[in-house]
């Protein structure tokens, strides 16, 4: 992963309200379906968050590590209800070698903030390292040929949420740059408290399916199965790979 966070990660304040902003999370459900279909009782969370997805994890009984480059997210997974039942480390995919996981996954679209080539294939081959014999990675990508960001820009208005203990707080995006295979986003906080406004710079990379294949297969993987996002169908792919030992 990216050595220096997004602020939206890494700045306390912006940590805090990642949760409201996030929404439900409908996106988990399938990674939690995904971890059942292959019978994984020990993953591995890259870019673990605020721990929403590892909870529900551990909450069947499983062995949870969740893993994240930011301090500030990171505290907060750790001030979550149950947060001791999944063990939580600040660092990133090469933090967990030999870890032995049946399972790695990435939400939220963790594989396209890990814009950098050589990122990527450091995250690729940490994940493997972690990985025992035979266990598998998951995640999901936008699809480029869908061009997002057009549908991003043309949606400017902001999004206003009162958050208990923090108040109103107006989120705006704004797609800054659009260099292909990547894209700048800037997101601005105000919040109404005190006036505060933060800045939060993205750059998120957009991979096609078979730059993702190719990647994937030169860092020992196998590529077992390409899905549909089933809350976002046409607009993503969920790939399941494999170490090949």
């Not at 590590?65 to 997210?73: C, E, S």
């Not at 998951?138 to 699809?143: I, P, Y």
């Not at 995006?173 to 109404?192: A, H, I, N, Q």
């Not at 750059?203 to 994937?216: G, Q, S």
Request: aromatic share 6%.
């Amino acid at each position: 992963m990216t050595t220096d966070p997004d602020p939206c990660y890494a700045d306390p304040r912006l940590a805090r309200i990642y949760d409201p902003f996030a929404g439900d999370r409908e996106d988990l459900t399938a990674y939690i379906e995904i971890a059942d279909q292959l019978g994984a009782d020990k993953i591995l969370d890259v870019g673990c968050g605020t721990g929403a997805l590892a909870l529900r994890l551990a909450e069947g009984g499983r062995t949870v590590v969740g893993v994240d480059p930011a301090a500030a997210i990171v505290e907060i997974a750790k001030s979550r209800d149950r947060a001791q039942q999944v063990t939580w480390i600040q660092g990133d995919a090469t933090s967990v070698s030999g870890l032995g996981a049946d399972l790695a996954v990435m939400t939220g679209h963790v594989a396209q903030v890990i814009f950098a080539e050589d990122d990527w294939k450091r995250t690729l081959q940490g994940v493997h390292d972690a990985l025992r014999p035979g266990g598998h990675l998951v995640f999901e990508t936008r699809r480029p040929e869908g061009r997002p960001w057009e549908r991003w820009a043309a949606n400017d208005a902001p999004h206003i949420l009162d958050i208990p203990g923090i108040g109103p707080v107006t989120q705006r995006c704004e797609v800054t740059d659009v260099s292909l295979p990547l894209v700048s986003l800037r997101y601005t906080y105000e919040f109404e408290v005190d006036g505060e406004v933060v800045v939060s710079d993205s750059i998120i990379r957009f991979r096609d399916r078979d730059e993702v294949e190719l990647t994937l297969a030169a860092h020992g993987y196998r590529v077992v199965e390409v899905r549909e996002a089933p809350d976002r169908p046409g607009r993503e792919f969920v790939f399941i790979a494999q170490r090949a030992d």
